[in-house]
Nanobody, 121 residues
Framework: QVQLVESGGGLVQPGGSLRLSCAAS????????MGWYRQAPGKQRELVAS???????NYIDSVKGRFTISRDNAKNTVYLQMNSLKPEDTAVYYC???????????????WGQGTQVTVSS
């Protein structure tokens, strides 16, 4: 089985920074796309940023220039560096990965448990 474990959330003041990490473990052959989603109270979950295995990135407009997604393929880990945080960034952030496990033909999509990010003074 494959697990995604997130860390790095917390409370930060507006204008501050946080770095989220998500490590995938298990019988992993390869991971294609990895991404970060977020869900604020009363809102739908949205894709914040994604990165392919070769490093192609994608961001929603509201975080461009402030957030940076990166990954370490050797460690099966994805990161989200969040700078200049705003109150509207407050949400539960979820890691997502498209994982091909050993012995499987097709990949499966996995989610982390979520980590709370609160931006408030």
């Amino acid at each position: 089985q494959v697990q995604l474990v997130e860390s790095g959330g917390g409370l930060v003041q507006p204008g501050g920074s946080l770095r989220l990490s998500c490590a995938a473990s298990g019988r992993i052959s390869s991971i294609n796309v990895m991404g970060w989603y977020r869900q604020a109270p009363g809102k739908q979950r949205e894709l914040v940023a994604s990165i392919t295995r070769v490093g192609t990135t994608n961001y929603i407009d509201s975080v461009k220039g402030r957030f940076t997604i990166s990954r370490d393929n050797a460690k099966n880990t994805v990161y989200l560096q969040m700078n200049s945080l705003k109150p509207e960034d407050t949400a539960v952030y979820y890691c997502n990965a498209d994982v091909l496990a050993y012995g499987r033909i097709f990949s499966n999509n996995y989610w982390g448990q979520g980590t709370q990010v609160t931006v408030s003074s």
